[in-house]
């Protein structure tokens, strides 16, 4: 929130324009509605796919300055032929992407915005699932719990961006902010946290151990899966995006659609979980055997120990 900055020249064409704000919000919801009637149990929208292709697989982007849902190959396309139309907002991640500039794109005005959104998602939204899941039983409303509910139990609560956290007694709802696109995580530590930064900050890196820097243990013959974690885990975009919490393994909804069966594994969600242990900065070598498990029940093809 206290970021101020702009982004590209022609990201900055687009917010001069009059109107931009309830475009921005109209396309928001349109990408969010996907995500948001499964949690109130409801379905009004079909699966989006292109325009051009029809396919509903690739990843697609909605053009920010007319009605028009397309791959990356056919927004190219459409940009082209459209001049001055180069913005598309990304339907898996939110962000806006500037086509001519073939990069993700940011200002502190687009950021105020989609504060505004997930304030009235949140005022707004968790009425609909509230009544979904008073009215019927079995709906994925009245199954799913706050993500959050553990922090009502006695450990403290800060939900992105500074928006208000919800009430214990409103452990049938949903945080639906926390379903939708784009996501950013606020954080303000408190004073604890502050004298742990400064104190590890102080500590040199070769006492401390360099974060990322371990080995595997080798559980039978897996060398040739350490070569590849290792790989994985060193790969900036597949490490940002496991540590950026863009996949949380305490929030995953495949498991949630699957809950109560214990043969359900989620290859992210050990993904994540091996990540976020690689870079705790401990020196000792890291076992993955969670991933191991995994592995072996999600591709049983891969089950044992043989090279």
Known sequence: PAWGG???????????????????????????????????????????SCFKCSDTAKRLFVSCHGVFVGCREHMLEHTKSNSKEFLGMDMVRGELFCFACNDMVYDARVEAERTTFLKEIIAEGTKAVRKAANSNDSSPAKKIKLEDEASTNGASH?????????????????????????????????????EKLKQ??????????????????????????????????????????FLGDFHNRHRCLKKREVEGRQEAVCMGCEMDRLVNDFFKGTKNAYTPHHFLYGMWKSSQHLAGYEQ
């Open 6 to 48: 702009s982004g590209c020249k022609h990201l900055q064409e687009w917010l001069s324009s009059s109107g931009w704000q309830t475009t921005y919000h109209t396309i928001l919801k349109f990408v969010n509605a996907m995500r948001l009637q499964k949690q109130c149990g409801t379905k009004v929208l079909q699966a989006q």
């Open 158 to 194: 800060a939900s992105q961006d500074g928006t208000s956290p919800p009430n214990a007694n409103q452990s049938n709802v949903t945080r639906l902010d926390l379903h939708c696109v784009p996501r950013r995580k606020g954080w303000t530590p408190n004073k604890e946290q502050v």
């Open 200 to 241: 590890h900050a102080e500590v040199p890196a070769a006492v401390q151990g360099v974060a990322g820097l371990r080995g595997f243990h080798n559980v039978g013959n897996t060398c040739f899966l350490n070569c590849v974690l290792q790989g994985l885990v060193h790969n900036p975009g597949v490490r940002d995006y």
